[in-house]
């Protein structure tokens, strides 16, 4: 990778804090395994928003897949749907995502940004459906973009070809990176961003279920469970927003035990080893998402890096379980894990 790409796809804001107290979480904690547990007929398998899945993790939403590898987002699609792991595409997506789900039907999750008004987020949001993805990611934690110096020191650009087509219509996208000249931050966003009457008019618009992104806060994740939404995801963004919030992992659980177990929580952020994927779920999450593994893996390789790393997590997660003594993942309890926090 180009130390431009690597200053975009791995760094995080600011000091990196939240960057490191993502993988610090999980490098802290443990599972006790119980061996000798009858583990016959074991499976990763699982159910989210009532349809299958065959591991419990996703590709997380990153944007402009096309800086790494010529098929961009198609690459990392197929490069998941060979391990049968689902990908979200990015609003990002420096592919058109019509011709994104000709060539991967199992991608059907749209993650989208607020995008300045009711109206325009709609319609970006319906285009989505109308090119068949069933589910929609709202984004809510990234209103404008975080203080990324890393990205600046390395002088990182998006080249003129690589765009993110499917907002082409969109007039003014709200993670524009602030332009030379312009004065404070809150007069020029502020105005545009969204409040929770804002989601909650989408959610009961839309004719699809919405999961918001970006839940670091009990109350937050009650309030979405309050106006509908379908499930949310506990996230930070990968350390890229707000340098200086939690680790993912060490807020998950209250977030689970605000809303019961029974409601689909995801995580992200930090996750780099099956065995962190034992400890999200044992800490209450339903499923996580799996960013810059997958960066790495479409950077080095394409199609094939990226199914690489994914075929790597699956077979790690069930060695995992395999050691825990977990035959499935409803094995997959709370008292297994310490957080040591
Ligand atoms: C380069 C990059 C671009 C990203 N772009 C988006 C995006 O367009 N939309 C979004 O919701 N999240 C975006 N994210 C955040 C990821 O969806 C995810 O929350 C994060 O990468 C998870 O952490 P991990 O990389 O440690 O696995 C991006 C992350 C990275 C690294």
Request: proline share 11%; charged share 20%; glycine share 4%.
């Given at each position: 990778m180009s130390a431009e790409n690597s200053a975009y796809f791995l760094a995080g804001a600011g000091d990196e804090r939240t960057l490191q107290a993502n993988a610090h979480a999980f490098a802290r904690a443990h599972i006790t395994p119980r061996p000798l547990r009858s583990l016959g007929g074991g499976s990763t398998a699982t159910t989210l928003l009532g349809k299958p899945l065959a591991a419990p993790f996703l590709v997380a939403p990153f944007a402009y897949h096309r800086l790494l590898d010529d098929a961009g987002e198609i690459a990392t699609a197929r490069g998941a749907e060979a391990q049968e792991i689902k990908m979200i595409l990015s609003?990002?997506?420096?592919?058109?995502m019509t011709r994104l789900r000709a060539a991967?039907?199992?991608?059907d999750w749209f993650q989208l940004y607020w995008m300045g008004s009711r109206e325009a987020t709609h319609a970006v949001a319906q285009s989505a459906l109308t090119a068949g993805f069933t589910t929609i990611v709202l984004t809510i934690d990234a209103p404008v973009q975080g203080v990324r110096d890393r990205e600046i020191e390395a002088r990182f650009r998006l080249p003129p070809?690589?765009?993110p087509v499917n907002l082409?219509?969109?007039?003014?996208?709200?993670?524009a990176p602030l332009a030379d000249g312009q004065s404070l931050v809150f007069d020029r966003i502020a105005p545009d961003l969204p409040d929770w009457d804002d989601v909650a008019w989408l959610i009961e618009t839309m004719n699809a279920p919405v999961v918001l992104k970006g839940i670091l806060h009990p109350e937050d994740a009650a309030k979405a469970v309050q106006i509908g939404a379908a499930g949310v995801i506990v996230s930070n963004h990968g350390g890229r927003?707000?340098?200086?919030?939690?680790?993912t992992l060490d807020v998950l659980p209250a977030i689970v035990a605000k809303v019961g177990s029974a409601y689909p929580v995801l995580v992200d952020g930090g996750i780099r080893r099956g065995i962190d994927i034992l400890v999200a779920l044992a800490s209450g999450a339903k499923a996580v998402l799996v960013g810059r593994p997958v960066v790495c893996g479409l950077a080095v390789a394409g199609e094939l890096g990226v199914s690489h790393v994914l075929r790597l997590l699956r077979d790690e997660l069930e060695v995992a379980m395999l050691l825990a003594g977990c035959a499935t993942i409803d094995d997959i309890t709370p008292e297994m894990v310490h957080l040591n926090r």
């Open positions: 609003a990002q997506s420096s592919v058109d991967a039907q199992s991608c070809d690589i765009t082409a219509h969109v007039p003014r996208p709200r993670f927003v707000l340098d200086g919030a939690p680790a």
